[in-house]
């Protein structure tokens, strides 16, 4: 009996290639790519499609050129991280800025690994948090959404986003949950003070809200989630017992203190929660196998990120908590094998 060799994520399902796997993961991604232009203008298409041209770019050349192998740009996989890329940062983020991103999250990343399916972490959150440590600056500057036939009415100003608002409001316990709901933080822009509060969920479900590109409407991202679970590109292990871990971690302290722990709704409604949830923890490569390996995976995103955003110096965790667990990935494949074909369990 010859040997099984088993090659790295992604696995195909079914009918799906990885071809049609990636170009699915895009295709899902559109409704957030319309909110995120109605809400931050041409800035957002030009992050978009400048982080996208530069994956796809970066990785035509290291593969033609350095690794002189087989040019896969066509697989959808560098045009996936790149729009995944765009949507970890703010609108008005530089264009050379974009390009380092990029560079990093295909070169170091992705390749330097060997390319699709070798890399142990999620290429387009190592290329947030590389832009993140290094340009923290543009990289916490927040463009303020507004609909798109409004936005040449006004200049462009830039505000908090709700986690930064609650991260600073109830520092030292300077202010309550609900003083931040009805008053707000306030801030001196252009001379002249100003009030930024949180925004109640409706607001945060649609999009009204600062942040990056893509994380700014729940709805859209659930929209998309929904058809990736339809198609069965993603399953329900990871995003579940992420957001139900991190439910209910956050809803322990809201029960002990709802005057400085906020309700755990808003935890999921607002920051990365959805994007991470659904399009990046479930990365194939970079993610558990088994079902149980996914779901151990999940609750350890959950609860690490409720720890960052609690206790840590950023406001949001999700990035961070993902990386973490996508470490611990080769260790809970090892932990939880799926049982072999035709393996016979023995009782007793």
Not at 34 to 47: C, E, I, Q
Not at 145 to 171: H, M, N, S
Not at 172 to 197: C, H, M, P, R, S
Request: hydrophobic share 50%.
């Amino acid at each position: 009996m010859g040997l099984l060799t088993v090659s790295g994520s992604p696995h195909v399902h079914q009918d799906l290639s990885v071809k049609k796997i990636m170009y699915g993961v895009v295709f899902a991604m559109i409704p957030a790519m319309l909110v995120s232009v109605y809400f931050f203008g041409l800035d957002a298409l030009r992050v978009i499609l400048i982080s996208s041209a530069a994956c796809m770019f970066f990785e035509w050349l290291i593969q033609k050129y350095i690794i002189k192998g087989p040019v896969t740009i066509d697989d959808g996989s560098a045009l996936v991280t790149g729009v995944l890329l765009a949507f970890n940062v703010p609108s008005n983020l530089p264009v050379w800025i974009i390009l380092i991103g990029a560079f990093v999250s295909i070169g170091l990343a992705k390749m330097s690994f060997g390319g699709l399916g070798k890399n142990p972490f999620n290429p387009a959150l190592v290329g947030r948090v590389f832009l993140l440590i290094s340009f923290p600056v543009q990289m916490t500057t927040w463009p303020v959404p507004r609909p798109l036939f409004a936005q040449k009415l006004v200049d462009t100003v830039t505000g908090p986003t709700p986690l930064g608002i609650l991260k600073e409001g109830i520092k030292d316990k300077a202010n309550t949950v609900q003083q931040l709901f009805d008053e707000g933080i306030k801030a001196i822009v252009d001379g002249q003070e100003v009030f930024y509060k949180l925004p109640d969920y409706v607001d945060e479900l649609i999009g009204f809200q600062g942040g990056s590109l893509g994380e700014v409407s729940a709805i859209a991202l659930v929209l998309g989630a929904l058809y990736m679970l339809y198609r069965r590109i993603i399953t329900w292990h990871i995003p579940v017992s992420y957001l139900l871990s991190a439910f209910i971690f956050a809803g322990i302290f809201w029960m002990i203190d709802p005057t400085y722990y906020v309700n755990p709704l808003f935890h999921l409604v607002t920051g990365g929660m959805m994007l991470g949830v659904f399009y990046m923890a479930t990365d194939m490569v970079s993610s558990p196998m088994s079902p149980k390996g996914q779901i151990i995976f999940g609750v350890g995103c959950g609860v690490i990120t409720m720890i960052i955003r609690f206790w840590g110096a950023y406001p949001e965790g999700v990035s961070f908590a993902i990386l973490i667990m996508n470490a611990f990935t080769p260790i809970i494949n090892r932990s939880f094998k799926p049982k072999r074909f035709g393996e016979v369990v023995k009782n007793g």
